[in-house]
Structures are given as C-alpha cells and as structure tokens.
C-alpha cells in the first residue's frame, strides 16, 4: 500500500542520481497520516522494523528509515543491488554481528530502555571475548563508561557502530581531519556553501568539548554550585534538612544531559548536511591526498583540525600509575567517574584543574590542590586569583604551596570484589625542604594540554609542526603547504571552543574564497567557571606595562552593587583599562557569579570601538549585576568633570539661581 502512496521517481543528490525511490519524510507522512504511528519518533521506530525486514533499503547506506527530505529509500523490488542491506533479521541469529550498539548492549544482557549501567556485563563480555573483535576495539579506544543508556545514545550519534564510509569523490573541495569544534563549524560552513567536503574522525565526533571537555564539566558545576547553595540556605532564611549529594546521580545527569545534544554533532546530522563522513584515522600521503579507511581522497584545500590531549607531567611513578589504570584521571577519564572518591589530588592550578577541584570538594570529597608556587590560575591578574583562592578556601580545599614533586606510587590497589572501588596513591612532596606524604584515593592532572601533531603523516604534505606549539600557521591560518589550513586547539595558544569555532569561520572564508581574514584580528574573550567566576578580555596591566602603553583603571567592587549585595555575591569586581585620558578600553577582567555572560557586553564595545563613556549612556535594567559596568562607566565620566569644568557649572547654576 506504502507503494502507492509516496512519490517513487528518479533523484539526484550531490550530482548522483539514484533510480526510482521515495523521500524518507514522504513515508513518515504515510505512516502518521494513515494511524499506523502517532509521532514522528514512533513512525521512524516503525520504520526501523521495515528496514530490518529488508523491505526498504537506503540508497547508499544503512540508514534506518528517518523523517528527513535528504535521505532516499528504495522498496525492496526496485532497489539496484537486489535486495535489502544484511541485517539481523536476515542472518542465522548464532553468526549475526549487531549493527548498532544499543543492539550490541541488549545482546549480551544489557536493557537499554532502563537506567541501569550495562557496565558489569560489559566486563563480562569484553573478558570472555563474546563481543565482536571490531566493536571490543572501538570500546577500548573510546573509554565511554559506564555503558548505560544515556552512552549508549551519546555512541549511537557520535560513533556508530557500523558507520558505513561513503563511496568517496574523484575530488573534494575541502576535507578535514577532526571531528572537534574546528573541523565540525569547518565541515557544515563549507557544505553550506555548496563545497563538497569530507570529514574525517578517527574517534568522537563532537570532540572535547561535547565529550570530555566544557558540556559535561559545566553539567557537573551546576550540581556543585546547587549543593554549594543548600548548604548556604539558612544564609537566605530557608531551613531544610542535611544536603546530601547522590554522586552517582549527579553524574547521570551528567550523561543524560551530553547525550541529548549530542545529535548536533551527530554523524547522521553531518551526512544530512551533505558532509561525507568517514569515521577512521586521516593520515596525508602526498601534499595533495589523504588516506582513511583504505580510501585515497584527494582535495583541493584539507583543513587539519586534529586538536589536543591532556599533558601528563614527568613526575617520577605518575605514568606507571595511570598506565595501570589506578586512580589517575586527566580529563578523559574523569567523567566516567560513579562514585566519590573520598580523599582527592589535584596536579594543575589552572582552569580545568581549579573548576574540578572546587566541584568535587562540594561533592564532599577531601581535594588536595598541589601548587609550585603560592597561588592558582597564574595567567589571570593577583586579585582575581586571591578572590577564587579565597572561596575555594572556604569550600574546605587544601592547598600545597611551594612544593617539589618527588614520586607518586600505589600503595594498594582498588579491589571491587573486597568494597574498596578506588587505590591508595601517595604523593610524595618536597616543601620547605622537608618531606611531605599526602594519601589520596584519586589524582586528577590538568597540567596543560598538548597538540594533537604527530598521527597524521604531516611531514607528508609539506606541513611544518612544533610538538608543543602545534600546526605552524601563519595569520591567514595556512600551514607551510598553502593548500592546507589548520585550526583549533592544533594551531592555536588560545584553547577555547569559541575560538576553534571563529578559528574555522576565518578558514572557511580564506580557504573557498580567497579571503584576506587574519586572527590576528580576532578578539577572544574567556571565562574560567569556578564561583566566582573569572572572565577576561583584551590586555592585562602586565601586557601594558611590558608595551609601554599609559592606561587609566576603573574598577567597581561589586559589595558597592546592590543586586550583588541582594544576591548575598559580593566577591569580586568589574575592572577596565582604558588607554590614559582616553575612554577607549585595552582589556577588562570581571570577577564575579555571572561574570562568564558579563564579559560580552564588554566584548561587544571592544570590537566596534565602543568607549566606556558611551557604556555609560546606555540604560542597564535596575537591580543587575551588569550595572557594575555602567557604574566604570560613571567613573570614568566623572573624570572628565575638570575643576574648570566644576568651576563654570557652578557660576551657571549660580547664574540661573540669580
């Protein structure tokens, strides 16, 4: 009936032309419009039986049947290979290999309709080598943990299974190696444009930042900070029982919350957008091919956009640990955490090490924050640091200044079986020339992060590279080989997702239209989320000072402003250098709760040559904390009433008195 009904003829897609099917959306509308489903998700589910059954088939690949104008299907007579695509339901069930791996879990036990963790049976599985060789490696290789639904979906979107590669191109206008922020905004702008582009990923699409990176610590953050607020309660007048902190289910939320946006950077999405997506390792064979998968793609312009990985520090028996997989966790592993260790350390006083280190010590774990020096966060100006030092300080952390590390060794190891889920790891200090041992169950190290440069047979093209620098780029970001283009946390000082996104904008434009866009040009504001928060923007005193460049400070506390004192937030400032009696702004540092979304308004005057005078005359809703900003402004304002000015206002108010 199905077959009377839709619009089966000829379609061309990318200038392939494929013979007598029917648009994916026109079945859906089919199935709904004739009550055989009532929403679209359980037409697709509908339809995901049909294509099992080898009734309908996706013209190129194993697509299940979705609600989408861009995606073509055959019945099963007219398709051209004769016959349905190999699935399940038409192999002898004993040899079938799962071709998804919300199947896989289900087929060794696991209920991926339920919120229990498949984990258990996972190890089980893995160790007796149930699972397929292929898709055993790909878990290893992913470290995704624990297998639960909410994985188990963040998988289906940013690995699949069994992902088939697109048949490839006699040429392409751009292909990219990466699947990060970089390569993802490289990938669809181009594909917007018309270009034909492939995408190469030989890991998680989605990269960092969605993986491992800013979507699950900020998720984490926000469970802190709302434990951080119970336990402030009797502060506002409220009176509740003990705040306890379920980790577990602290950290589901986590995965719930990363798996349902995680079809924005999903394979599916990206193929819809006309992107041909091969999921495997890109290496350069020559200055103008690249090699995945066994295929040979040849470009006009490639975009590297590999980004970076955690830094592990040469500390004496640090590797050994973590090779042993007891205790040490950099940013990949952190969150797959289900419970809490109880006696944390912290390797790193930066960004990612001081948000992690104030979250878990609201989680009510012991953090231990080990400093070569005396302070944290050591590129951000002395103020803030003592405002962020200060309150982390308060949530009980403990810090370790000037020290020297010695060794870290495991004195016993985690043994699941006898309740005990983490080790023993001494750290071993030197402080004040004396021996310090400082016991924890679990080390984090966020010691700086290093470019992803020497997997993809750069040397190969012509690229030049630096080990710790990255891609060598000049300000147009192309490479040594004019061709290739390279961006993100590869090419780049400032590892900031925003700036890998403005990063691939620039090299869309340069690389497909023969823009002049440097980034030198680009200013990049950040934000470091501990509470308060610090954000930045421009140049700092330092950077002035080392210049020679005369600047002018306005600065406005914000226990001088009333929502922050409302807010019982009166930790930290606005503070605005300007060039000297001048309202021009070089640089703005804000310390405060909101002061992540804050920086922008300052951001915005910085890029279209906004004075902070003007700032000034710009109405701010009354009570926010944003009125910190126009009250610089006042200040600055205010020094413009000279004494000669102060002295002519007088005589005309006396004037008009008379």
């Known amino acids: 009936e199905m077959q009377t009904r839709v619009l089966i003829k000829d379609r061309t897609y990318h200038f392939q032309t494929y013979k007598q099917c029917f648009l994916g959306s026109d079945a859906i509308r089919y199935l709904m419009d004739e009550g055989y489903a009532e929403t679209i998700q359980s037409a697709e589910e509908l339809g995901e039986q049909l294509v099992d059954r080898g009734l309908i088939v996706h013209v190129t690949k194993e697509h299940s ?24 339901a038409t192999k002898d069930e004993k040899t079938a290999k799962p071709s998804t791996w919300t199947k896989l879990f289900q087929g060794i036990g696991g209920n991926t309709s339920g919120e229990a963790s498949h984990q258990p049976s996972m190890v089980s599985a893995l160790a007796l080598g149930e699972i397929d060789p292929d898709a055993r490696d790909k878990l290893q290789k992913l470290e995704i943990s624990p297998l639960d639904k909410w994985n188990t979906e963040l998988l289906e979107n940013v690995h699949p299974l069994k992902w088939k590669d697109p048949k490839g191109d006699d040429k392409y206008n751009i292909v990219v190696i990466g699947g990060g922020t970089a390569g993802l905004v490289t990938a669809a702008g181009s594909a917007g444009v018309g270009a034909k582009v492939a995408l190469i990923e030989a890991e998680l699409l989605g990269g960092d930042c969605l993986n491992v990176g800013c979507v699950p610590s900020k998720a984490i953050l926000k469970s802190a900070k709302v434990a951080h607020m119970l336990k402030k309660a009797k502060e506002y007048g409220i009176t509740s029982g003990e705040a306890k902190v379920d980790f577990g289910a602290v950290m589901e939320r986590l995965r719930r919350l990363r798996s349902s946006i995680a079809h924005h950077d999903s394979a599916q999405r990206f193929a819809e957008l006309g992107v041909d997506v091969f999921l495997g390792h890109g290496k350069f064979t020559s200055k103008n091919t690249i090699e995945v998968n066994g295929k040979t793609l040849k470009f006009h312009r490639a975009v590297i956009a590999t980004g970076g990985s955690p830094n592990l520090p040469p500390i004496p028996g640090l590797a050994k640990v973590a090779e042993a997989k007891q205790g040490v966790y950099t940013n990949l592993q952190v969150f797959n955490l289900t419970q809490l260790p109880a006696k944390i350390g912290v390797i790193g006083t930066g960004p990612i090490g001081c948000e992690l280190a104030q979250a878990f010590a609201r989680f009510g ?16 100006e002395a103020d803030a640091r003592e405002v962020v030092m200060k309150s982390m300080a308060e949530d009980g952390i403990i810090f370790h200044k000037l020290i020297k590390y010695k060794s870290i060794n495991l004195e016993t190891p985690a043994d699941e079986k006898a309740g005990k889920p983490f080790p023993t790891i001494n750290i071993e200090l030197e402080q004040n020339t004396k021996t310090l041992n400082v016991a924890v ?5 966020a010691a700086g992060r290093k470019p992803n440069v020497t997997t993809a047979d750069l040397e190969k ?39 890998a996104d403005f990063m691939a904008r620039l090299v869309i434009r340069n690389a497909l239209f023969f823009g002049n866009g440097k980034a030198s040009s680009l200013l990049v504001p950040w934000a470091t989320f501990t509470d308060p928060e610090v954000a930045h923007v421009g140049e700092y005193e330092d950077d002035l000072k080392k210049r020679g460049v005369a600047y002018d400070i306005y600065k406005k506390s914000f226990n001088e402003v009333d929502r922050a004192i409302l807010d019982s937030e009166t930790s930290g400032y606005v503070r605005i250098l300007t060039k000297a009696k001048s309202d021009k702004i070089l640089g703005a540092t804000i310390v405060g709760s909101h002061a992540g979304d804050m920086i922008s308004e300052i951001s915005v005057a910085m890029q279209y040559n906004i004075g902070l005078g003007s700032i000034a005359s710009v109405i701010h809703p009354y009570p ?16 413009r009433l000279t004494p000669t000015v102060a002295r002519l206002l007088r005589n005309l108010t006396a004037y008009r008195r008379s």
């Open 365 to 380: 774990a012991e953090v231990h924050m080990f400093l070569r020096g005396e302070t944290i966060l050591r590129k951000e």
């Open 441 to 445: 169950n679990a080390l984090i190290v």
């Open 461 to 499: 093209a012509g690229v030049e590279y630096d080990i710790r620098k990255g891609v060598k780029v000049n300000d147009k970001l192309q490479t040594t080989n004019p061709n290739i283009f390279a961006c993100g946390d590869c090419a780049s000082k400032y590892q900031f997702t925003h700036m």
């Open 624 to 639: 926010t904390q944003a009125e910190a900003i126009r009250q610089a402004g006042d200040l600055y304002n205010k020094t």
């Open 65 to 88: 049947l979705k609600n989408s104008d861009k995606l073509f299907y055959y019945f099963k007579d007219d398709a051209p290979f004769h016959g349905a695509k190999v699935t399940e």
